[in-house]
């Protein structure tokens, strides 16, 4: 990760040579211990030396073989345009994402990729993050939507590269097979996974590794509440105890009997395999996670649905759409060359590229070509500019405290044990007092 | 310290240190001193003074006296069932393993057919890190793809092993004892072999039996091992980190203390205040096992 970092390293070369004495050895240690920590502590003092103006460095968060490749793409072809190298640094998703704290206050890249909304926001807010309106100004093609994601404050701090919808996925083929039809509302929803289940092939459910629940808590949330209360919740600003939570999760129980077993000890790989080979009916998903999980000559057969209504009010106003995009962090040492890289990443074009190599996603640029997009992809476009409103993801929606050390067990006891709702609501409650009365930065 | 050697050796009128020794002295101690220090003094006090703060890491320190503390005890769901968990571990090494690992070390010293091999295989997980073991035991016990759920076939109501929070602690106990076990044999092995035969032998002439002989002679004489094995429970039992980290990141059913500190301090959280607080439990903890084991040794020493 740190270059930089052992540019000063010397070797220390008193214990060759020479005959070994205790003395010499002795010497040659406080040598060796001088070199070792010596370029740690200037290192630790910020700016390494120099720094390659030709080179920009890119923290990446995308350790899947799919989206990886794709990123190499369109990475290698700045190279060729710009004449410039490209350093990519690929950390573990999650592991990049749970360390992002010391990686923002140590020796980041000079760019890395993050998640747009609140979870930026929180980040700018923190003072880690560069201002980058100067080039936002001439970008085309983001929608305000788009721009208001990017935003914090009045600045602009993030480039949106693709987006990926949630909705309900499922196999093209075993619907037709089976008779089934897409639900609508929540009554049909329910019908729909009681057959499923009666049929030997449940819903697929998973959420070992504590986020895919959540999709479908927000779901059932933005329509049962609606999308103002969905923000209002994740600001802290409504209570959890409110009765409008505990209907959700209320809501949510009548599905749990439906759901193949086990899904706190499943990945959200293996739920997706299961969705591959026929074993589960349908799932609420993002659209690269089944997408992933398919051989390309199956990904024809994968279609979705949108989340099903459930308050007629609120329809199916609301669409769960996570923007992923690429910021600069404040210790960057090639700030210049880190915007030259955002304003070629933020050109349809750049994107294009991305998405031939990853066709999960939907490209966030108006002017990209679209034409060689499969159905599915068409689909989700649609289905995003039919929204009226955009929400991120309860991890990224929220403070990320908040997240990670009370909503994930949260859900997680929630799927263990779907009875006790009132103690849950209630521990929820004042867990995110003592965390949201802790100010930011 | 180093200079009062010279001091003392002047009076005896034995200089044996001169002044480059000292200083040679001085420097060896000093920097192990040092580092003791700056290693493990200085955050250990650090953790202290956090843990009645809220800090982000950034941003300004907030002084919020005891209430992290209150909090924990409170409002956190996950601390009791860590605290619980942690102690489950420690019996389960200090009860079930340890002793199963002194009972192979036994039959294997008493020379059973093919002890060799028994001995390699038995120690062979210890040179696994826990983490992989984790792994490892999630190739075995993986709902969809696990190997034992694939021999079970039960494909409509699969046994959850490591997601059912009822079960799944258990699981990895046997997973970490099947390490602990072999690691806790090769230490009694060791020691076994070191027992003099002719303790045995006179046990054999005053007419006890093998039990008597094990419990009375061989056990009292292997105190040294015996200490160090307990002392090595205690430790598997208050670090046990990777191998939970490895099968769910700590999560549902599977808390311990050691990852609510790392969830709270080094996750995109950064409650850096609170999870010192966590740390400040475990050290008190620790420092009890610590501090009683130190007092056993003084005493033992002096007894000697």
Redesign the interface.
Known sequence: MAQSSFKGLVVPGSATGHRMSRRNLLRGAAVGVGAVTLPALLSACGEGPGGNKDEVTVGSNASDPVPKKAYAAAFTAYEKESGKTVKVNTKDHNDFQENINRYLQGTPDDLFMWFAGYRMQYFAEKGLLIEISDIWTDFTGFSDALKDQSTHEGKQYFVPYYYYPWAVFHRKSLFEKQGYEQARTWDEFIALAKQMHGDGIPVAFSDKDGWPAMGTFDYINLRANGYEFHKALMAGEESWTDPKVKNVFDLWRELMPYYQKGALGRTWEEAGQSLQKRETGMAVFGMPHPGQQFPPDERDDIDFFAFPEIDPQYGQDAVEAPIDGFLIAKKSKNVEGAKELMKFLATPEAEELYLKGDPNNVAVNENADTSTYSALQKKSVELVSNAKQISQFLDRDTRPDFASTVMIKAIQDFIGNPKDVDGLCNSIERQKKTIFSQPVG | MALTFPRRAGRRRLRRFTRRDVV?LG?LLGIPILLDIVIIWGPTLASIGLSFT?W????DI?WVGG?NYK?LV?????FWPAVRHNVLWLLFLGLIATPFGLFLAVLIDRGVRFSRFYQSTLYMPVVLSLAVVGFIAQLVL????GAINTILAN???????????SI?LWMIMIAASWRHVGYVMILYLAGLKSVDPELKEAAAIDGANARQTFFRVVFPTLRPVNVIVGVITVIEALRAFDIVYAV??G???LELLSVLIT??I??????IGFGSAIAVVLLTVSLGFIVTFLVQELRGARDR
């Open positions: 040679v420097v809220a982000d890491g950034i941003g907030h209430d909090n409170d409002n956190y769901p996950a993986g709902t969809d793809q494909r409509d109501d699969p046994i959850d092993w490591l997601g059912d929070s799944n769910n990141k999560r549902n059913g969830d709270n080094i996750g995109e959280a950064s409650r």
